[in-house]
């Protein structure tokens, strides 16, 4: 539940909603750091659970991709996986994940890894944020156009850039 995209252009720029949901209760209005972070270099936005999402935070506190390649993030995120699985018993990936590191940007989708070169989407409120982003939109519109039209994105919206490559 919720909206992470991106687009690149002249830099690249990651947008999330700011909806948190624990069962069927959502909290509004908090800026929560669970769903889009800056961590080590590296910016990372999640959909799915929180756990997982504070996991893979932890884990790029102190770990980087090797290279800022598919091949590089594939390893990272199976190294990812058998830390995660290590502190929590639970190895599979289940959370989509946009990740830009080093002037690029990749599509996470459990150990599928796609370089981005235009612009993406993931989580509930993808399709309505596809469209605005195939409109020409940018990441802020595409995600307040998620929010308005699926009950599982909130605003504010939270952006984060980075300088390509």
Known sequence: MSVVCCTISDKIRVASDSIIVR???QEKGKDKY????????????SV????ESSMLQIYASTCKP???????ILNYMADFAEW?????DKYIIENDNIL?????????DGLFVKE?????AIGAGMDYALSAL?????????VKTACELSIYCELPVKVYEMELK
């Open 116 to 120: 981005i070169t235009s612009y993406s």
């Open 66 to 72: 090797s290279s800022a390649t598919e091949l590089g």
């Open 134 to 142: 195939y409109l020409g939109m940018d990441v802020e519109v595409a």
């Open 34 to 45: 669970s769903k889009l972070c800056q961590v080590n270099g590296m910016i990372i936005g």
């Open 100 to 108: 830009a590191f080093e002037g690029k940007v990749f599509q996470i």
């Open 23 to 25: 069962g069927y209760t």
């Open 48 to 51: 799915g659970l929180c756990e």
């Open 84 to 88: 995660k699985k290590k502190k929590t």
